[in-house]
Structure formats: C-alpha cells, structure tokens
DNA sequence: TCCCTTTGCTAAATCGGATTAGCGATGCGA
DNA sequence: TCGCATCGCTAATCCGATTTAGCAAAGGGA
C-alpha cells in the first residue's frame, strides 16, 4: 500500500538496460533475442531484489488475455452439496496459474446477461456455466469466447462441451451392489421409478440413474417390485414415500435415487421397526455428508463434485487450446461408497 | 469472438466526435465539461447503437481500480456450511457492481502468499480474508490496500476490522430457550461445558456458547448439571458423548455445541428409549441443513453466513471509503430457529 | 473596433507492459 | 580497406481507456 508498486520501467532503470531488454528477460525471451547472459543475469538479480511482479492488468491490456475465467452458476456457489465443484476448479486453475471469478445467476436471465458482460468486460480467457443439479440449460448467446457446461447439457444443440456425473453407470453400479449381495427380489425404489416415467420433473439424473439401474436388473433377470416417485428430494418426501410403500409392501431391498430421500427412508423403516441392513438393505446416490453421519452409515454412489470442478478446467483448457472436439460429452465416473446399509442375502 | 469489441475509438469515430468527448460522455462528465446536449445525445445513441461496453482491464490500467474485490479463505468456499458466506458476498458485491475473485489457500502460508500476489497483480481493490470455522488467524502482512477478516479475529492486534458471529449472544439465547420453556434443572451440555475450561482446541465459538450460556443460567439462578466435551463436534463424537452420559445421568435437556453433535445425541437418545421432546428438549447451534431433516426438527441457533459474506462486503467498501475505525469488530446477530425439539415444562 | 471571457471541444500524455523494427558496433572474408 | 553479416540492445508503437492542458470560435463590454 505504502510504497508504488515496482514497475518494468524501475526494474529496466535499476539493471541499467531499456524496458525492452527487462521485458524480454522476464519473459523469458532473452536467449531468442540474443540478450547477453551477462546482462541477463543483471536483470533478474534487480528483478530479484525489487520484488518485480509484472502488472497483470497491464499485460492484460496489451496481450488481450488475462490469465482468469469465470465461473457462472445458477446458484452452485452457495449449494452446500456444490462447493466441492469449485474447489475442484480452483485447485485445477490454480495449477495453471489463473484465477477464477464467480458469478451466480439465481436462473435469472438478465443477472446472467450482466455477469457474462461483467467478466468479457474483464477480458476472461473462457468460462464455466455451471450447474447446481444436473440439468439442461439455455446456452446463453452471448458466450464470446470459449466456454463449458459443468454439470448440464446444452437444452438446444451446441458446440460447448459438457462435463456431467455419469449417472447411468452410477445407476449400474446401485444395482450390481445388490446384486453381489444376492439380493434378487423384493427390490424397490424410492424418488423415482419404477417405470422410467415416474419421474420428478426436469431430473435428468433420475431418468439416468433408473436406466442404469433397470438395464442391470433387467440383464440378470431381476425385476423390480415397485417404486414411490418423490416431486422432489427432500427427508420429508422420502419418509412419506417410503411410509406409504411400507403400507402395502414389505421391501428386502430399497433404491433410493438420493441420500436425502434415503435419510427419510431411514425414519419411515425405524418408525414401523425395520432394520437396517438387517430386513431392508439400502444403496442410495450422491454421498451427501450424512451419508456417513446416520446409522446405519449409508452405503452411496458419489457424485463427483471435485472431479467434475476439475474437468471442467481441464476441458476449457483444452477448449482454449483448439485442442477440442466440439460439442463433446464428458462423463466423470460416480464411484460407489462402500458402507454398512447394505447386508449380504444367501 | 467473433467480430472484435467496440471500442472507444469506434465509437468516438461512430459519434463524429474525439475520444476524449466520448469518455467524457460516457463516465458522465458532460455537464462538468461543458459537452453540448446535442453532442452528448449522439454519442449516447451511438453507444447504445453499437453497444458499446468500456473495457475494464484498460479502466483498471488507466485507473488503478478494478471494481474487483478478492475473497481469500481457507477453505471456506468448499465448506458446504460456510458457502452462503460466499453468496452473501457475492450479492453485496454485485450490488456494488463489484466482482469477486475466489481463493483457497488450504492453510499454507506458501500458497497463501502466491494468491494474495496474484490477486494484487490483477489490481483487486480490497481483499476478505475468510475462515471456515470461527477462529484467530494469522494476518499476512504483506496485505497491501483495503481488507476485513471474515469469520476470523485476528491472532495479533491488527488495524483490520474483522466480522464474526455473535456467539456469546447464541449463548445467552440459547439458554434463554430453555428458560421460556419453563426449564430449571436436568440440563446439560454435549461438545463442550459444563465449565469453561471443557472445550474443544482452537475453538472461539465453543468458549463464546459456554460463556452466554453459563451466564443467563447463571443469573437465572439455574445450574448446568453437567456435561461432556468432544475434541471435534462430530456426529459420532457427540454420540459416544451423549451415550456415555446417559450411563449415569437422565437429563432433562441438552444444549449440544452445534447440530452434528446434536445428530449424535439424537442418536444416543433414541437408543435408550428417550424420547425428544417428551423426555429431553434440545437445542442446538449453527441450524445446519440437517437440523431440518431429523425428526423431531431441531430448535437451534443459526450461524449467519449469508448475512456475515454481505457484512465482509460493506465493510470492506467503508473501509475503502476511508469511514472505518481501525481494528472495529462486527458482531453479526444469530438468529434463533424454533422447531420442535423443545418441549414446555410446567 | 479591440480585448477578454466563456463555450465547446480536442490533442496529447499517461497507465505498465509486449512487440516490431531497426540501429550501432564488431567480426570476417575478400 | 571495404562490404556485409551477426551480435546485442533499444526506440517507438500499441493495447483502450482517462485526464490535463489548451485551442478556436462566439459572445460581451468598453
């Protein structure tokens, strides 16, 4: 704050050569330019003692890049599930030694219109339109620049590339945790299904998740006995579903299409006197925390926030670097968690 | 990306008029400069025509400002509890027509050092130095140019000001609750207490909670019957708490440090056939997601993030204005959230 | 009619670097 | 000794705005 910042110019004055030649050293072009070693070294020993840091906003300026990219969400900054995205990003962007601005929409088109200016106006070298669920959006027309989905597919053709949770295969995976435990009847779900049209509206991954989860069974001869549709995924609509499933039927096996709608299952099994694992075995997706904070601890296919935070740099990059077919889909494996809600059958 | 931005050039050449008449127009200094209607109209209409959008990364160079404030944690931004933090920031900000950069320093000085560098390097106009858990923290001293501590107090007296929760006063409230509920004896605490000396390492909010507490139990002439300390305020820790309570005790109710202990205790309960709120009330702190999805839903004391990440915002931009007194610390109110885990006693 | 003020606008400098074009000195061959 | 290439470095321009200083024309008073 006190003192003015060291400039090329202080730097070139105090090493006795042009700015040209200090620019050129600090760039590392010296040797391409035929600066003398000599005069080199003169350089970055002044550079050294100063503390020179070049002025990124004015390298910026003259170069057009900047070294930043946005990251746009609906609300995905705040989402306490999320936030593993953009620490993802963020350790990803770091690495590559550029910086990350947030922005958040609220789905408001307007907000998003005014953050996109915002950051172009910043001269942001790419962006990540992000997603709090998985989702379709708009792509907004106005991306100058290049640009990924994270955690959303284009609702209308696009040449961005997308960076979404492989939700079928995660389907796959609930369903073959069952069935390695022997599980081969008396299987519901909760949240979605059984049908694929149970489903609550706009979820994509419930649509996806019941697909790997029926092509599973299905391949091993295994049908699913029924199923309760949440409108939503919330504790309360888990334990109502599963409330009123238990009314009629006495499940082995329970398939919740989340944890929060397992953590009202858990409530609804423990109100009419079922045990887990012991009557009931549980699989259940996205490892939320209290996956691991209930009891029995809930065995879960997680949802790769970090990771999926991670890619979506790692594809801008690629994307900035030309190096990208457009378009493309990249799905980031969902692994299963392994815990104490699922009981082997004989 | 396509075609190149408009620039002030282009628009001054759109308008008939130089450069300098069209800055002038468009930071709104025509009057003072004497700029005839006539013309301000036409370069108005020619900006709006073209869309004319002034680049901020030349402002910043030309200014010194860059309408971008850096938001510095720990690891606060991936805290699924703390990212309202960084929504209530980011809203106070976007009002201001301010952007945010994101940090994480992970707790290494080292890495703490390179983004704070890399923040000044792009010009930022005031830094907030966030933590995810209440806590005193080191200021960096090369912190040039505005700043406030978030969530934080600084560990040696600083110029800084710093915003926190008001923990003493969840304390009191949360005592108060009980209180109201015609609560006089039986009541314990789970995390830390029942004296000041039980608490958890590092932790500012368990010392604050205890000594409201113990303060209007005091006054009210009412005494805490016991407690249990947990090193880490875990679900797991605050049921082995909670368990090996109740080998010798039946309490009446239970101030639990914050909600995952709360959890525990829930647990603890429930094993021994203790019903809540029939046998024991609880209440709690921080109003975690969670303390809306047990049942009964849990009557706590919430951690303000969203309104503490809008606070950070203000008084950074007072402190950039100059109208701050040096060192000021902000206590943020808690708010408390009744539910039902609190019963009446007669 | 002359001089001074006011009006309305612009030329030029500036911010801090990157980059292009080129200049003087030296070395070498003929 | 001359001409030319190479070496080692620098002057000047540019990026896109803001800001200072000042110019030309019109208006007003004596």
């Given at each position: ?165 492989d939700e079928v295969e995660a389907g796959r995976a609930a369903a073959r945790v069952l069935l390695d435990a022997g599980h081969r009847d008396g299987i519901y779900t909760?949240?979605a299904g059984p ?13 996806e998740r019941l697909v790997g989860i029926r092509e599973v069974l299905g391949e091993a001869g295994v049908k699913i006995a029924?199923g ?24 082995k096996a329970l398939i919740c299409l ?23 075995s549980v699989v259940s997706f ?13 065995t879960t296919v ?32 969902m692994?299963v ?5 699922v009981?082997?059958?004989?």
């Open positions: 704050m006190s003192r003015r910042r060291v400039t090329l110019a202080d730097l070139a004055q105090a090493a006795g050569v042009s700015r040209t030649t200090a620019s050129l050293v600090m760039t590392g072009r010296a040797r391409e330019l035929r600066i003398s070693h000599d005069v080199e070294q003169r350089v970055l020993r002044a550079a050294d003692e100063l503390g020179y840091r070049p002025n990124a906003v004015s390298v910026g300026l003259r170069t057009g890049t900047s070294r930043t990219i946005g990251f746009v969400s609906d609300t995905v900054a705040t989402s306490r599930l999320a936030g593993d995205m953009i620490k993802g990003a963020l350790e990803a962007a770091r690495e590559r030694g550029v910086m990350l601005f947030i922005g958040e929409t609220e789905g408001d088109p307007e907000l998003e219109r005014g953050l996109l200016h915002a950051m172009h106006d910043r001269q942001v070298d790419g962006l990540i339109l992000a997603a709090m669920y998985t989702r379709t959006i708009k792509v907004p027309k106005d991306v100058g620049g290049p640009a990924v989905l994270l955690n959303a597919l284009p609702k209308t053709p696009s040449d961005l590339p997308s960076i979404v949770p909760i949240g049908a694929l049209r149970n489903v609550p509206p706009q979820s994509v991954a419930a649509v029924g309760r549709m949440c409108v939503d995924w919330l504790p309360e609509l888990g334990f109502a579903a599963t409330a009123d499933l238990l009314k009629k039927h006495r499940p989340n944890d929060r709608v397992a953590l009202g299952a858990y409530q609804a099994l423990g109100d009419v006197g079922l045990d887990v694992p012991g009557d009931v996205d490892d939320h925390p209290i996956a691991s904070w209930i009891r029995p601890k809930l997680a949802l790769p926030y970090y990771e999926l935070g991670r890619k979506a740099v790692e594809v801008l990059f690629a994307q900035m670097g030309e190096e990208a077919k457009p378009g493309e889909v990249h799905r980031v494996a692994p968690m392994h815990r104490d809600s009981a082997t059958r004989s």
